[in-house]
């Protein structure tokens, strides 16, 4: 089928979107987060708080961004006998695509954990005020809500990956599941 401008359109918004969550992911966690560690650890921990609120905008972002321009790939691509047909579970395209929708919402569930639980907690903690035992409580509590967001952007990481994958089998394939 010829590319229609849509299709070329709503191509370049979900690779937008890859390389936006893809490569911040990565540059977040192979870039940034080792520097952090040469910095002193006040500086270190506000730099954290700038750089992750400045990349939250980016991967809501792209998270929103996902299911437009991969709605409109599916109804400008003419993929939609997926679902007329009830092919969604019985072929491999239909449940690839079924999958890569899936692990999209478990990205957007981790995300609202980080942005709505754990970073809150962790900028509560930071500019709570307090001695001895309580600046000992709120630092351990800050450490496991830094602990958790560290553990959830790892996943999210290996989720992208793996649907970056699950997409590249749809382009140039019909699906691996
Ligand atoms: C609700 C969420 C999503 C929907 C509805 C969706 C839908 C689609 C569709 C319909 C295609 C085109 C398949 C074809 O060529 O037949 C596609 C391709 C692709 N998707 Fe998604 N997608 C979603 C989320 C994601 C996410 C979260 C990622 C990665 C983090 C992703 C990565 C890709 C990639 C890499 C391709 C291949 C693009 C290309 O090489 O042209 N998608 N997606």
Redesign the pocket.
């Known amino acids: 089928m010829t590319a229609t401008w849509v299709q070329v359109l709503a191509?370049y918004l979900?690779?937008l979107?890859?390389a936006v969550?893809?490569g911040g992911s990565v540059a977040m966690e192979f870039v940034l987060g080792p520097a952090q560690r040469f910095v002193p650890p006040a500086q270190a921990q506000i730099l954290g708080q700038r750089s992750a609120d400045r990349f939250l905008v980016l991967v809501w972002g792209s998270l929103a961004l996902?299911?437009v321009s991969?709605?409109l790939?599916?109804f400008s691509?003419s993929?939609q006998h997926l679902v007329t047909h009830g092919g969604m579970l019985s072929t491999s395209e239909g449940r690839t695509?079924l999958a890569?929708?899936l692990?999209?919402a478990v990205?957007v569930a981790n995300g609202a954990l980080i942005t709505f639980v754990f970073r809150p907690r962790l900028v509560a903690r930071a500019k709570a005020q307090g001695g001895g035992a309580r600046v000992a409580d709120h630092l351990e509590s800050m450490q496991r809500a830094a602990t958790w967001i560290s553990r959830l952007t790892r996943v999210d990481l290996a989720v992208?990956l793996v649907?970056?994958l699950?997409?590249?089998s749809?382009?140039?394939g019909k699906g691996i599941l």
């Open positions: 191509s979900h690779l979107a890859v969550y893809v996902f299911p991969g709605m790939l599916f691509l993929d695509l890569m929708m692990l999209w990205l992208a649907v970056v699950l997409g590249a749809l382009a140039y």
